[in-house]
């Protein structure tokens, strides 16, 4: 489902919107749009995304997860997991190919010799997407978490819960879709009270790289 088009010259940047633990019931009743039109929102919110919000496609892609949480034994479309304090893990390639259903997202370079077998389906991954690819997985969790991954190809991969607030909920899609996984921004936890050690200096740089 597209939810807004690029009004600018080019392709348009790319940002799919995708949910788990969301049931078939929370798709008919109007749940899942809600949240991936509400992550939309957040994400356009503060700037230079705001200001820009012509420049971006974005779309949705529906996933059906067995169960709407996160108990022990509930299954869940993207498997994600939440681990020490923020962390969030997920089965991120599965993510991407459901993010590449969307036929525009597909207009990249087929690496043929890469793909792997998702569900029985054949998942072969696309390079150089016009636009690049913006993931956002939507947790359907209260909880106060939020991983993003990036990837050499230029895509990402962030992990957003709805937390038990909505501003907190924002906060997250701020931090780690548009900190982390658009611009690329790193966080800066070890050297907010001290010097960076020669170890952390060299992390970094390679990064930055």
């Known amino acids: 489902k597209k939810l807004q088009a690029?009004?600018?010259?080019?392709?348009?940047?790319?940002i799919v919107f995708l949910g788990d633990a969301y049931t078939d019931t929370m798709i008919s009743d109007g749940t899942y749009d809600s949240d991936m039109q509400r992550a939309m929102e957040h994400f356009f919110e503060v700037e230079p995304y705001a200001s820009m919000r012509e420049m971006f496609?974005?779309?949705?892609?529906?996933?059906v997860s067995?169960?709407?949480?996160y108990n022990e034994g509930s299954s869940t479309i993207f498997q994600c997991k939440f681990g020490e304090g923020t962390h969030i893990t997920g089965f991120a390639d599965k993510v991407r190919m459901y993010a590449q259903k969307v036929p525009e997202i597909k207009n990249?370079?087929?690496?043929?010799?890469?793909?792997?077998?998702?569900?029985?389906?054949?998942?072969?991954?696309?390079?150089?997407?016009?636009?690049?690819?913006l993931c956002i997985v939507v947790l359907n969790s209260n909880r106060y978490a939020g991983t993003c991954y990036t990837y050499t190809d230029g895509t990402a991969v962030?992990?957003?819960?709805?937390?038990?607030k909505d501003d907190l909920f924002a906060e997250v899609i701020h931090h780690e879709a548009g900190?982390?996984?658009?611009?690329?921004?790193?966080d800066e936890y070890d050297g907010?009270?001290?010097?960076?050690?020669?170890?952390v200096r060299d992390k970094l740089l390679m990064y930055q790289g």
């Not at 496609?57 to 996933?63: G, I, L, S, T, W």
């Not at 067995?66 to 949480?69: A, E, F, P, R, S």
């Not at 907010?192 to 170890?199: G, I, K, P, V």
Request: glycine letters at 12%.
């Open 6 to 14: 690029a009004k600018t010259d080019g392709n348009g940047l790319n």
């Open 57 to 63: 496609n974005c779309y949705q892609v529906y996933a």
């Open 66 to 69: 067995k169960n709407n949480n």
């Open 108 to 133: 990249g370079n087929p690496d043929s010799s890469w793909y792997m077998i998702i569900d029985g389906e054949k998942y072969i991954h696309y390079s150089n997407i016009p636009g690049g690819m």
């Open 158 to 164: 962030a992990y957003c819960p709805l937390h038990e």
């Open 179 to 186: 900190g982390h996984g658009f611009a690329r921004l790193a």
């Open 192 to 199: 907010a009270y001290s010097s960076l050690s020669d170890d």
